[in-house]
Structures are given as structure tokens and as C-alpha cells.
């Protein structure tokens, strides 16, 4: 394995564009799509103190114990779907996933409109109260990592031969905010169990920080190949409501974790999604034929059969992943 399997693209000619060097990156985003559905990004102006921050407060946070973790549960998220769980409470294709973590959102207020209708997974966000700066820094992420969503889909935008406002103006103007943090403990098991089972994400576009530990294994066209951390990057892959969109031109492509190591594993994954509330369309791409052969994919489901929102669709999927927790969502959504 070398980690050039996964292309490394230097975005900085979408931030500080000029028509040319967007071309260029637009170019190099449409072969990572087709061949990987995976790209590392560098050069992407996001704060490397602010990461580096993130990443301390989030050790500090996963090192105590969990009765004192258990304080911002999820179950006090409510319909919002935000805060913590134990090692073992998330599910993936029905089995326990190696990990731990903390939901997050767009920072709401209870007076927001959504907020006040009920829509599910909008509002508050939990923080714990003895770990100082950990809400700032994770807000200040936030805010950071959204503006870098729109710039990486103006660029996708690009890579199709559309304008580069089209998602913008049709999907992520008000995108679906979703942040996790999670921790992979030692795989201590004699089994080889999964931080995270072999799955695929739900949205438009995932940017991930990982730290230096390594795990994540993407599914190419050869087999499953590592996607190791590089220095500086942040790795990115589509979603299937891109898959959809595309008709099957950019794949949303599986991905799994296993942390080998003798340490604990953190990574950040941040989720850039339509809107909740808009439904989503296949673009009308010329000489694009529909690849919709499901037979490799995880869940053997059609990501082209689907009909409805996003909301729709997420909402299906992440009620699978937390069962005790669908109730507290679905009956919000009635």
C-alpha cells in the first residue's frame, strides 16, 4: 500500500480562485470521485492551532469516566439527537460499533422556527460544563469546517460541468449540519472487531480529521485499501444523496474502521448535507448512464430508488443506528 492510492488534492485554487486553477482542482476532484469516491485535501486555510485544540479538549473529555461522560447522554439531546454514548451503543448493520462518541449540530436556539415545529435533529447542542473552552472550540470547528463544505462543493459543482453555486442554490444553502467526535479504545478482543462496520455515508460530502493513529479502510475498485493520516490533510468522501444526484457517476463509496493500534484512536468526521427539508433530484448530466448496480453495496439498497427529503432519508438511516433513541426522534417528526 501507498498512501498515493488515495489522491491528495491541493485546494488552495478554489479558495483563492481564479477560473483557471479551480479548473484544475475541478478536474483532479472528478477523477478522485470516479475512481475512489475518496480524496485527501490539503491546503485547505483551516486553523491547524483550532485542530490541534479540538483535539486536547476531546482527549480530556474521553479520558474520564463514564458515569461523568454519561452526564450529557444523548437521551438528554432529545429530538436534536445530540451528546454522548458508551462504547457499544451505535450500530452498524445491526452490530455494536468499537467506539464512543459525542453528536453535534449547528448550534440552535430554542426559539429558532425549526427548533419550535419539532424538526428532528435541530436545536441545542450539549458540552460539558467542566471542561473549559470545549464548547467554543467545537462551535469555532463548526463554523470553520461549513465554510470549507461550501467551498469543496462549489468545486464538486465544478467537477460536473455546473455552475458553481448549483448545490448551493439547490441543496446546501441552509446545509444539515452534523459533527461527530469519536474515540476508538485498544482492540483488546482476540476477534477482529470493528471500531465502525463497513458502511456508507448518508449526505452530499464527509471532511474528516483523523489523528496520527490510523484505521480507516475505503473499498476501491481493487479491494479494501488503507487511507492512513497525512499531516495537514483532511480526508473527504461522497455520500449517497451525491450518489443519487450523480446517477451513480460518483459513487458513495464503504468505508470501515479498525483501530490495531495499542492506543486509543480519536477522529473527527464532519458531515456538509442538503437541507433537511428539500427533496433531492438526480441532475440531468449528459451522457451519464445510472449505475445501479447495488450488488457490492453494504445494505444492498438503491440510493436511485429513493423518494422524499433528505430528512427523509437520514432520519430512516440514523433510527437504525440508535434504536432507543428512534422513538424520542419519530415521534417528534408526527
Not at 486553477?21 to 472528478?30: F, M, Y
Not at 453528536?103 to 427548533?115: N, Q
Not at 448545490?167 to 444553502?173: D, G, H, L, N, P
Request: with cysteine; charged share 20%.
Amino acid at each position: 500500500m501507498t498512501i498515493s492510492q488515495v489522491p491528495i488534492i491541493d485546494i488552495s485554487g478554489l479558495i483563492f480562485s481564479t477560473n483557471s486553477s479551480a479548473d484544475v482542482v475541478a478536474k483532479q476532484i472528478r477523477q478522485a470521485c470516479q475512481d475512489y469516491g475518496f480524496f485527501y485535501i490539503v491546503g485547505h486555510g483551516v486553523d491547524e492551532q483550532l485542530q490541534q485544540k479540538l483535539e486536547h479538549l476531546s482527549q480530556q473529555f474521553f479520558a474520564q469516566d463514564e458515569e461523568t461522560k454519561l452526564k450529557m447522554r444523548m437521551a438528554f439531546g432529545g429530538r436534536a439527537w445530540r451528546g454522548y454514548f458508551p462504547v457499544g451503543n451505535e450500530l452498524t448493520s445491526g452490530k455494536p460499533d468499537l467506539k464512543e462518541g459525542i453528536y453535534f449540530g449547528a448550534e440552535l436556539e430554542e426559539e429558532h422556527p425549526l427548533v419550535k415545529v419539532g424538526i428532528p435533529m435541530h436545536g441545542r447542542n450539549l458540552f460539558p460544563s467542566n471542561i473549559p473552552e470545549f464548547r467554543e472550540t467545537v462551535l469555532e470547528y463548526i463554523e470553520s469546517m461549513t465554510q470549507l463544505g461550501h467551498i469543496l462543493m462549489a468545486g464538486i459543482a465544478l467537477s460536473l460541468g455546473l455552475e458553481k453555486s448549483y448545490f448551493a442554490e439547490r441543496y446546501t444553502k441552509d446545509p444539515l449540519i452534523l459533527f461527530r467526535i469519536f474515540n476508538y479504545p485498544p482492540n483488546s478482543s482476540s476477534q477482529s472487531a470493528w471500531g465502525v462496520g463497513e458502511h456508507t455515508d448518508y449526505g452530499v460530502l464527509t471532511i474528516l480529521k483523523q489523528d496520527n493513529t490510523g484505521g480507516l479502510q475505503i473499498k476501491s475498485k481493487f479491494g479494501w485499501i488503507d487511507a492512513p493520516p497525512i499531516p495537514g490533510s483532511f480526508v473527504c468522501n461522497i455520500g449517497d444523496m451525491l450518489d443519487r444526484m450523480t446517477q451513480g457517476l460518483y459513487r458513495s463509496t464503504p468505508h470501515r474502521v479498525q483501530n490495531l493500534s495499542t492506543t486509543n484512536r480519536l477522529s473527527f468526521p464532519f458531515f456538509f448535507d442538503p437541507n433537511f427539508n428539500v427533496e433531492v433530484k438526480p441532475i440531468e448530466l449528459k451522457g451519464i448512464v445510472v449505475n445501479d448496480d447495488q450488488s457490492d453495496r453494504w445494505d444492498k439498497a438503491s440510493v436511485h430508488e429513493f423518494r422524499g427529503t433528505y430528512g427523509d432519508y437520514l432520519l430512516n438511516k440514523v433510527s437504525k443506528v440508535f434504536p432507543e433513541l428512534r422513538q424520542t426522534v419519530f415521534d417528534s417528526a408526527e
